[in-house]
C-alpha cells in the first residue's frame, strides 16, 4: 500500500524549520531499498486518521498512536483491533507485561488490559493519577507546590500539567516513570499505580528519559542537557538523586536509548547528530555520529545497531564495532514526512544464527513502514560515516528557530 504525500499544510511541522529545509520528493519518487540489500522495505500500514507519534512492538503485535487520539493494534501488518481515549494525543506507548500504558497530550497516563474473553476487545483500566490517589493527596496542603509556569500556581505534585513526552519501566516492571513537558519525570508504583515521586529535573521540557545501568537514570531536555540520575529505595518509596550533567549544549535534547546490554547510551539533538556515551568508560563520551540533515527526533537499538529517524525524513542504520566505532549501513528513504517514531523486535523468520530484525517507523506522513533489517559485515562497496566524519553540513539557523518541544 502506498503512502500519501506528506500534506505540508496540516502537519503540526509545516511552520518548523525541522522541517522546512526539506524539499518534498516528488509524487512519482518510489519506495526505497537500501543498496546495500542489509535493509528492506517490506510494506506500510496506513490509516487516514493522524500524523503518527508513538510506537511499541510485542510478540506479534505493533501498537501505532496518533494525533486522533486511537491506539491502533496491527497484526500480520493488517489491522487488529483498537482502542481510544477520551482526550490527548498519544506521544508515548509502552508495554507491561499484559498491559498497555499510554502518555498523552493532556498530561495524562491511561492503562489498557485486553479481555479475556475477546484479544480484539481492550479496556481501560485506570487513568494516572488514580481518582482516588488524587482526592486523598488534595486534602493536605503539603502536596502542593508552586507549578513551573508563568503564573506560579500551586498544584498537586503528583499530577502532570503538560504533555507526556515518553514512559519507561524498570527490568522488573515494578516502577513506572514519565517524563513531561512541565520540566518533571515522575514514578509511579506499577501495582497500585501510586505516585512515589516528582522530580524537577530540568529548566525546560524534558523530551526524553531512559533507564540505565547500575540503577541510573538518564533525561534530555529542550533546555540542550543530558543529565544522570541515581535511584535509590526507601522503604516502600524511591528516591532519585543529581549525579551528573554528561551534556550542555545549545540545540534542544531529543531523544535517549540505551543499547541492550545496557553499556552505551545515546542521544540525539535538534541539530542532526547523535552523540554517545560508554559505560565501560565510566560513562566518558565516545563521539558523534552525523547522519542526518535536520532534527533527530527519535532512537532504537536492537543488538549492535542503533537507529536514528529525523525530521529530514530518513532513517540512518548505525553497526557498533567490537572497538566502539560506529558505521552507518543503510539510510532508509521511503517517507515523506519527518519519522517520528520507532520501534524494532527480533525477525521471527531469521534462522537460529541471523541477526535480523523488523524495525517499525512513524511518520508525521500518517504511515508507519516496516523494514528488515540485517546485521550484514561491513562492505567496502559502501560508504562510511565514522563517529566523527561530516556528512552533511550543518544548519547553525535551526538552533534558534521553532519548537524545542518533541
Not at 18 to 23: A, E, F, L, N
Not at 241 to 246: A, D
Not at 283 to 308: D, E, I, M, P, Y
Request: aromatic content about 8%.
Amino acid at each position: 500500500m502506498a503512502a500519501d504525500l506528506y500534506e505540508q499544510s496540516s502537519s503540526p511541522l509545516s511552520k518548523s524549520p525541522w522541517s522546512s529545509h526539506v524539499d518534498a520528493p516528488p509524487s512519482s519518487a518510489p519506495a526505497m531499498e537500501d543498496s546495500s540489500s542489509s535493509s528492506i522495505l517490506l510494506g506500510s500500514l496506513i490509516r487516514e486518521e493522524g500524523h503518527i507519534y508513538s510506537l511499541a512492538a510485542c510478540k506479534d503485535l505493533l501498537y501505532t498512536g496518533s494525533d486522533s487520539k486511537n491506539i491502533r493494534v496491527w497484526k500480520d501488518h493488517k489491522e487488529f483491533s483498537g482502542f481510544k481515549s477520551n482526550s490527548g494525543l498519544v506521544k508515548a506507548i509502552v508495554i507491561a507485561g499484559e498491559r498497555i500504558l499510554t502518555g498523552h497530550q493532556d498530561g495524562k497516563i491511561r492503562v489498557w488490559k485486553v479481555s479475556a474473553k475477546d484479544e480484539t476487545l481492550y479496556k481501560r483500566m485506570t487513568t494516572m493519577p488514580t481518582l482516588r490517589n488524587y482526592i486523598k493527596c488534595a486534602t493536605k496542603p503539603s502536596n502542593y507546590v508552586e507549578s513551573q509556569d508563568k503564573r506560579h500556581r500551586s498544584k498537586l505534585w503528583i499530577k502532570h500539567y503538560d504533555a507526556i513526552s515518553c514512559l519507561g519501566l524498570t527490568e522488573d516492571c515494578s516502577l513506572i516513570y514519565s517524563a513531561s513537558w512541565d520540566k518533571t519525570f515522575k514514578v509511579w508504583r506499577a501495582a497500585n499505580y501510586k505516585c512515589l515521586e516528582s522530580v524537577t529535573a530540568h529548566d525546560d521540557a524534558v523530551n526524553a528519559l531512559v533507564l540505565g545501568f547500575d540503577g541510573l537514570v538518564f533525561t534530555g531536555s529542550a533546555d540542550g542537557t543530558v543529565k544522570a540520575w541515581r535511584r535509590e529505595v526507601q522503604g516502600k518509596g524511591t528516591k532519585h538523586s543529581f549525579s551528573s550533567v554528561l551534556m550542555k549544549q545549545e540545540c534542544a535534547i531529543t531523544a535517549l536509548a540505551i543499547n541492550p546490554e545496557g553499556t552505551v547510551l545515546y542521544c540525539g539533538s535538534s541539530d542532526g547528530l547523535v552523540n554517545f556515551w560508554e559505560w565501560d568508560r565510566s560513562l566518558s563520551h565516545g563521539g558523534v555520529l552525523r547522519g542526518h540533515k535536520l532534527a533527530v527526533l527519535c532512537l532504537a537499538t536492537a543488538q549492535n545497531l542503533l537507529f536514528s529517524g529525523s525530521a529530514d525524513m530518513s532513517v540512518c542504520v548505525w553497526k557498533r564495532s567490537l572497538n566502539g566505532e560506529h558505521h552507518c549501513m543503510s539510510i532508509l528513504n521511503s517517507h515523506t514526512g519527518p519519522v517520528k517514531c520507532l520501534a524494532v523486535e527480533k525477525d521471527h523468520e531469521a534462522m537460529c544464527n541471523e541477526r535480523r530484525w523488523i524495525l517499525y517507523s512513524g511518520s508525521l506522513d500518517k504511515s508507519v513502514k516496516m523494514w528488515r533489517v540485517s546485521e550484514q559485515p561491513y562492505g567496502q562497496q559502501h560508504q562510511s560515516h565514522r563517529n566523527s566524519t561530516e556528512v552533511f553540513p550543518r544548519s547553525s539557523s535551526l538552533r534558534k528557530l521553532g519548537s524545542r518541544r518533541y
